[in-house]
C-alpha cells in the first residue's frame, strides 16, 4: 500500500511526516478489520522488509498515532539492532520524537494529552487513561462505559457475560461472574455496558 493510498485513514497534513519516516525502509501496510487484541503491530519480514497493520476501525488521528507507534518500532530497531527491548529506552525515545515531531497534527485539546504522554510513552494504549477517554469520547458508544463510573453492587455485561462489581483492590475492580462464581480484576477504563 502507498503512502497516498492510506491518506483516507489519516489526518490532514500527514504525508510530510511519513514521507520522511519511510523515506530509507520498505514497508507493507495492511489494514486490518477490528481486532479487540490489538490496534497495530510491526514485524520484520524474511526479505528484510517491514510489515505494519493497523485497524480500519480507529478514527484519523488515532490510526496516525498507532501508525507513529508501529514505525518508532521499525526505526528503532534499524538504528539501535534487534536485540534491543520492542518497548524499551530506544523504543520511547524514538517514539517520543516522532510524536513531538508532528504535533501540529493533532486537534489542540489532543496536543496537552499527548505532550504528557510523550514524556515516558507507554507500550500499551489502554495504559494511557487520558489517550483512551480522549478516542473514547469522539466514537461513544450510548451502551457502553468505563467500568470506574458503576459503583459497588451494580451489574454490567463484558464480552456477553453478567457480572457484579464487589469493590476495588487498588487501582482495578474487583467483579464476580455471576455465571460461574469466579472473579476477575478490571482496569478502569474496561467498557461495559451497565444493567438497569
Request: glycine share 4%; charged share 30%.
Amino acid at each position: 500500500m502507498s503512502i497516498q493510498s492510506l491518506e483516507k485513514y489519516l489526518p490532514q497534513n500527514t504525508l510530510q511526516y511519513l514521507k520522511v519516516w519511510f523515506a530509507d525502509y520498505y514497508i507493507h501496510i495492511k489494514i486490518t478489520r477490528n481486532r479487540d487484541s490489538k490496534l497495530g503491530d510491526y514485524r520484520k519480514l524474511p526479505d528484510h522488509s517491514h510489515e505494519i497493520t493497523i485497524n480500519s476501525t480507529l478514527v484519523p488521528q488515532l490510526f496516525f498515532f498507532v501508525l507513529t507507534h508501529e514505525l518508532a518500532h521499525l526505526i528503532a530497531f534499524e538504528k539501535y539492532g534487534r536485540r534491543i527491548s520492542p518497548h524499551g529506552n530506544e523504543w520511547k525515545e524514538t517514539f517520543r520524537q516522532m510524536l513531538l515531531q508532528s504535533l501540529d497534527i493533532y486537534e489542540e485539546e489532543l496536543r496537552p494529552i499527548i505532550i504528557k504522554f510523550s514524556k515516558s510513552p507507554k507500550a500499551n494504549f489502554m495504559a494511557s487513561p487520558d489517550l483512551v477517554k480522549y478516542f473514547h469520547i469522539e466514537k461513544q458508544d450510548d451502551t457502553l462505559l468505563f467500568i470506574e463510573r458503576l459503583q459497588k453492587g451494580d451489574f454490567f455485561i463484558y464480552r456477553n457475560e453478567k457480572y457484579l462489581l464487589e469493590g476495588l483492590i487498588k487501582k482495578n475492580y474487583l467483579c464476580k461472574n455471576l455465571a460461574t462464581g469466579r472473579k476477575y480484576s478490571f482496569k478502569p477504563l474496561a467498557r461495559v455496558e451497565k444493567c438497569t
